[in-house]
């Protein structure tokens, strides 16, 4: 099979660390990452902020990229706002900003502004 041609999503990974050490949960996590790497899977792990934190943030280390969405009340509207940023993506120039996100019945709309030259 090609590489990347399926995808697998696990919604929520951070079940997995319940109960268990941040070693522990590295090791698991570092032989699920590979095995399905090496059987072609694009994979994309969803952890919550909370099981992000617990397990000291090491999922980072072992994945390609890493995708942050957040949500905040803007103070000035008291409406909540969707964020994303992009902290990690391998083999690629991407900086670090937060960008402000919507998501439509067309799907998700990033409002980045434009650059000026």
């Not at 929520?12 to 990452?33: H, S, Y």
């Not at 995708?67 to 909540?80: A, D, F, H, I, R």
Request: proline share 4%; aromatic share 10%.
């Amino acid at each position: 099979m090609p590489k990347g041609t399926d995808v697998v999503v696990i919604d929520n990974i951070g079940v997995f660390t319940l109960r268990l050490t941040a070693q522990d949960f590295r090791e698991q996590f570092d032989v699920l990452n590979y095995t399905l790497d090496n059987n072609g899977y694009t994979t994309i792990f969803i952890m919550d902020d909370t099981a992000y934190n617990m397990t000291h943030q090491i999922a980072d280390y072992s994945v390609y990229g890493s995708v942050k969405l957040t949500v905040k009340e803007n103070p000035y509207t008291e409406k909540m706002e969707r964020y994303l940023s992009i902290p990690k993506m391998r083999s690629t120039d991407i900086l670090p900003d937060v960008h402000k996100f919507e998501i439509t019945s067309e799907g998700i709309k990033l409002n980045i502004p434009k650059q000026e030259e």
